[in-house]
């Protein structure tokens, strides 16, 4: 059998082949993408990799010694050659001469743009310094979950010797900066021989003159901190034993899927948020066990974990042994209020005269015994990669307090950190939020023309969509091609009949789970029938009824549902049909149900009002191109009806328009965006044509 010890371990990826023809900046980016591909190795966006490279002065034409390192916001797992800033190492040295000391350490990120390289565009980050002054060719900075579980034990560097000897040195905490820059090249001069450093609460440094060594060296460093504590650890009790046994799968995802409306409508005053939810294993042990609530509040300890979590999460009060999530829900706002206190104290305790204003009071993440972790941000990426942060975090607890005392940051460190005012200023340049940012919405027929142009529309504005469609296999092919386009972190999709109240119900709790409940429903699963009424049968008449009429109903009662927990208001579109407002010959049950799907609508813009949903309609007509309902019966129908063949029906319904126009799925997203979107706000009850104008249908 295989060690499992030994196969848990970090594998080594270089390949000399692949690197052989590379350049040294091409080297850097392959070994930066090696490391980032290993969630122990480091946390999304964290650490950091750097090469000195000799390139040629574009002014002078003379070989200059330049900087190659990771970027302001970037990812070494995921970043590009642009991804790099190039600086001048003549000039990152003459640095030196200007520094006024550590009070003024902060001025130092100014001089950074005048040591750029070939007016390289890409700014260079805070750790620059740290990277530029350790005389080393080629320096990784990573953020593994071992290595910190050191950097935060209380008795850190006598750890660090432990078990590395003076192979690996040490550093006590210092905020990354100017001042860290040059406490890290004194620690390489007067020790030439060592590999690395641990600095204390953050995280690794390890050096080489050779690209390949410096990656091994990494390696090497982090599976022996491993394989120390699985030595360690092995027969001890973690976070003092469970105390709460883990709720089965469906119930866990059925208790958070009623957690998390609510959590979200508290959380969403200053901007509405997206929910994620964690359930690994490693997460249940952590929440079940009986020094969680004693551990979450000493808060994370790596900069790059708090920064992404905030000081510390919100348990919140559920008995899995006798679960209540009513009680929980009752108790729930108390919580957040209590929280959101706590945080203003902690602001009014720890600011500066300078300090940037009070920001999001709520917690990010929260901790649910015998259920999981629910995170929330402004986005569906920035939730899951704080829900992974705070994996790391709980890596870092269990072993630092296995092995030894666990130790958060000091909490004014925390502060200065949260509320750096170079931290403020990188806030302060992210770019205007989309239209859509952090909205949730469920389209349904979201496999069909309008019904995944209406996603499309909405992706591009920032929202979250689940698809719901009947028809498994075009559902599972639209979804993987929007996921392709737009990011699989905003896409979901789930098969839905939806004349059936259970299979309904169960799509907006896999919604509340995936992104934490919902603001738009565009209902927009369809049928179309034509036959004279006599040849009407009563299943057609009653098939139409089911899924135009009571399909909506079902949707719509149960997006009431939802928004009335989170008490955020919301936008329901049908897409409805210029057939129900103008008779069509032939399709007496169709008209009729569009009709009825019509007033529904109405009836619910007055419910909806007094709680801020909205409730519209866009009535499209003849969208025939990617349409699912002009294939096969219905287009021979009503090419029948009209005495032309297929090929003449288009031409014939863009005749009849007053406008002499066809009209595209994307045209009816259009409208059905309009009345999703804050540009509509004030209305509700409304009707919309996009049908190229068709006197018949005009709404009086």
Not at 451 to 465: K, M, N
Request: aromatic fraction near 8%; glycine fraction near 8%.
């Amino acid at each position: 059998m295989p060690d499992t010890a030994v196969s848990n371990r970090l594998a080594n990826l270089w390949d000399d082949t692949k690197a052989a023809g590379m350049t040294e900046p091409e080297r850097l980016l392959y070994r930066s993408n090696l490391l980032g591909s290993d969630k122990r190795i480091t946390n999304y966006g964290g650490g950091n990799t750097s090469a000195k490279v000799m390139e040629t002065d574009p002014l002078t034409g003379q070989p200059v010694e330049v900087l190659w390192v990771k970027g302001s916001g970037g990812d070494v797992g995921s970043i590009k050659m642009d991804g790099f800033a190039t600086l001048y190492m003549d000039k990152l040295r003459a640095l030196k001469g200007v520094y006024r000391g550590v009070e003024f350490e902060d001025e130092m990120v100014g001089y950074l743009p005048h040591c750029t390289f070939n007016l390289n565009p890409r700014a260079a980050s805070i750790d620059t310094p740290l990277h530029a002054y350790v005389p080393k060719k080629h320096v990784d900075h990573m953020h593994p979950d071992a290595i910190i579980a050191i950097a935060a034990s209380r008795n850190s560097r006598e750890l660090t010797q432990k078990i590395f000897g003076a192979e690996i040195g040490w550093l006590p905490w210092k905020r990354p900066g100017y001042e860290l820059g040059l406490w890290l090249e004194k620690f390489c001069l007067d020790n030439p021989n060592a590999k690395g450093v641990v600095l204390e609460s953050h995280g690794l440094f390890t050096w080489h003159d050779d690209a390949r060594t410096c990656y091994e060296t990494t390696l090497d460093i982090i599976n022996r901190a491993m394989a120390w504590f699985e030595a360690e650890t092995r027969s001890k009790r973690i976070f003092g034993g469970a105390v709460h046994q883990s709720l089965p799968d469906a119930d866990r995802r059925a208790v958070a899927a009623r957690l998390m409306p609510a959590i979200r409508g508290m959380v969403s005053k200053d901007h509405a948020m997206v929910g994620h939810f964690d359930d690994q294993p490693s997460v249940l042990e952590f929440v079940n066990a009986a020094r969680m609530p004693e551990l979450a509040a000493l808060g994370t300890s790596c900069p790059d974990h708090f920064l992404r979590t905030k000081i510390r999460p919100l348990v919140v009060n559920f008995d899995p042994a006798k679960p209540d999530v009513d009680a929980t829900l009752a108790a729930l706002s108390g919580q957040v209020e209590a929280y959101r206190a706590d945080y203003a104290a902690y602001y009014n305790r720890c600011k500066h005269d300078n300090s940037p204003a009070l920001r999001d009071p709520n917690a990010v993440v929260y901790l649910v015994p015998g259920v999981g972790m629910i995170t929330f941000a402004k986005d569906k990426a920035t939730a899951r990669i704080s829900a992974e942060f705070y994996v790391n975090a709980i890596n870092v607890m269990r072993g630092a307090s296995t092995v030894s005392d666990y130790c958060g940051l000091p909490e004014q460190e925390a502060f200065d950190i949260e509320y750096w005012l170079l931290e403020e200023a990188k806030l302060q340049r992210m770019p205007k939020p989309k239209s859509l940012a952090g909205r949730i919405a469920l389209v349904t027929g979201g496999a069909g023309g309008i019904g995944s142009a209406t996603a499309e529309r909405f992706l591009r504005e920032g929202a979250c969509v689940l698809l719901a469609d009947i028809d498994e296999p075009a559902l599972v092919a639209t979804s993987a091609n929007l996921a392709t386009r737009f990011g699989k972190d905003v896409i979901r999709s789930t098969r839905v009949d939806v004349t059936d109240e259970v299979a309904v119900r169960a799509a907006y709790a896999e919604m509340a789970v995936e992104f934490g409940g919902v603001d738009i429903l565009v209902s927009n699963a369809g049928i179309a029938s034509s036959a004279p009424v006599e040849e009407t049968t009563l299943d057609l008449w009653n098939r139409n009824m089911e899924i135009l009429s009571t399909g909506y109903f079902l949707v719509s009662r149960e997006a009431f549902r939802v928004l009335r927990t989170q008490g955020m208001g919301g936008s329901i579109v049908f897409v409805a049909s210029k057939n129900g407002l103008a008779a069509s010959p032939n399709a007496s049950a169709y008209c009729t149900a569009k009709a009825a799907e019509i007033h529904l609508a109405r009836c619910l813009a007055l419910e909806g009002a007094e709680a801020g949903i909205r409730v519209n309609v866009v009535n499209p007509d003849a969208v025939l191109r990617g349409s699912k309902i002009w294939s096969g019966e219905w287009l021979d129908q009503r090419a029948s009806t009209y005495k032309t063949d297929k090929e003449g029906l288009e031409e014939m319904y863009r005749q009849r328009s007053a406008l002499k126009r066809s009209v595209l799925p994307e045209d009816v997203a259009e409208g059905v965006y309009f009345f999703a979107a804050d540009l509509s706000a004030k209305s509700t009850g409304n009707i919309l044509n996009v049908d190229a104008g068709n006197p018949q249908s005009f709404t009086r």
